[in-house]
Structure formats: C-alpha cells, structure tokens
C-alpha cells in the first residue's frame, strides 16, 4: 500500500532531552513538511522540504531540526531549545508540482512532556 | 501571516445537510482545500477546487467558490453521524512556493 507513516504514534520526552520523530512515504513524493497542530488551533509550518538535501524553515522553526538524506524520509528533531513541545505532529508530503499542490497527511505522532 | 476564516463549531442532525463557510486571505489563491480529522488522525484529504472553477460535485460533497468574496464553503448532503470531525480549508497561495495556509478548522458534530 502506498502512503506515508509516522512513527512513534505516541512519544514521550523528559526535560533535556532531543527526541525524533520518523516519517516515512512510498508515493515518490519530492515534497515532504512538518507541522505541528495545538488545541483549536489550525496547522502550524514547521519546517519543509522540495527536495533531498534541501528544506526551508516554515513559520515556528526554532527549537526544531530536520534532514533530507532521503527521498522517502523526512525525519524531525525537537531540540531541548523547544520550550512548549507539547502537540500533534503531522507530516505530509506532495508531488512538489508547482501548479497542483496537493498534500496528502500521515497519522500523525503526539508528543508529551513528562 | 493572513488568516484564512472559518466557524469553530457546526451541529446538524441526521440526514440534513451541513455547510462549513472559509473565507480565505488571497484573491489569487490557485487551488482551495477541504481536509477532515477525525479524533487522534491525520487529515485527510476530502476535495480541492481550482481557482477557475465555481462549483465541484463529488458524490455527497459539493464546494461552491465565490473568488469576488473569497468565500468557499462545503456542503455535505445527506449528513451521517460519520461525517463528525473537524473540517480544515486551506488555500494555496499563488507566491507562496509549495506552502498551504490553513484554516483553524471546524468542528462538526452529527446528531441523530
């Protein structure tokens, strides 16, 4: 089956502590993103990326890190730097055609801090 | 950055028929989105329009675009207790790359 998974679906972090969450797509995606999703609160952009080797800061970049060694995977680091990590992360990615952007969403992982 | 309007909550009863409105920040938005979550899911994705177009059916579904308003909304015929979920719009801006710029969502509960 195709789509994108993300694991874990629950993950915990103690204070001081990086922790990353996988995601992972067999569509042949060549754009993949990250957001983050709050209580009554729309998605928020994280970070994305058009390209391996390549991604861009979105707009609630900082405490967080990413890499594109991958074409199918995008993983995220919350750093200790991310005061309030507290939320649902959801990962997308798109065939990255500039004129019919269609993102297509994985399960998403939930983060608590103990 | 601008956002993108919608209600926060909707309740309908069985078998009437829901419309969730989204007014979006820009008139030259290319493609508009309807996603739905259901409780601890993704989003997933339910319609998309192009900003040529003024109407899309597909099967339950029908979104209606009005760009001199830049109003869109979604209307789900025949509600099942199914269809209760958070709807999400977004728009996909003409400069803003590969970027989506969503909506808060709206809450939509299906009572029988």
């Known amino acids: 089956d195709g789509g994108i998974t993300q694991s874990p679906k629950y993950l915990f972090r103690k204070e001081g502590q990086n922790v990353t969450l996988s995601c992972e797509q067999n569509?042949?995606?060549?754009?993949m993103y990250w957001y983050r999703q709050d209580p009554g609160q729309g998605l928020r952009l994280i970070y994305y990326?058009?390209?391996?080797?390549?991604?861009q800061k979105g707009d609630i970049a900082e405490g967080y890190s990413v890499s594109r060694e991958k074409k199918e995977s995008f993983p995220l680091t919350v750093t200790s730097a991310q005061k309030n990590p507290t939320a649902f992360y959801l990962c997308?990615?798109?065939?990255?055609?500039?004129?019919?952007?269609?993102?297509?969403f994985g399960p998403g992982t939930r983060l608590l801090v103990l | 950055g601008e956002d993108v309007e919608q209600s926060l909550f909707l309740s309908v009863r069985e078998g009437d028929s829901s419309v969730i409105n989204c007014t979006y920040t820009?008139?030259?938005?290319?493609?508009l989105y309807w996603y739905k979550q259901e409780p601890g899911a993704g989003l997933q994705l339910l319609t998309y329009?192009?900003?040529?177009?003024d109407m899309k059916q597909d099967q339950r579904l029908t979104v209606l675009l009005n760009k001199k308003d830049k109003h869109l909304s979604l209307r789900i015929a025949d509600t099942q207790t199914g269809d209760s979920a958070i709807y999400f719009c977004?728009?996909?801006?003409?400069?803003?790359?590969?970027?989506?710029?969503f909506g808060k969502g709206t809450s939509l509960l299906v009572t029988p």
């Open positions: 997308a990615s798109s065939i990255g055609d500039r004129y019919q952007e269609t993102q297509y």
């Open positions: 569509l042949n995606h060549d754009a």
């Open positions: 990326s058009q390209i391996v080797n390549d991604f």
């Open positions: 820009d008139s030259s938005s290319t493609y």
């Open positions: 329009i192009f900003s040529n177009m």
């Open positions: 977004a728009e996909r801006r003409s400069n803003s790359g590969y970027e989506l710029n």
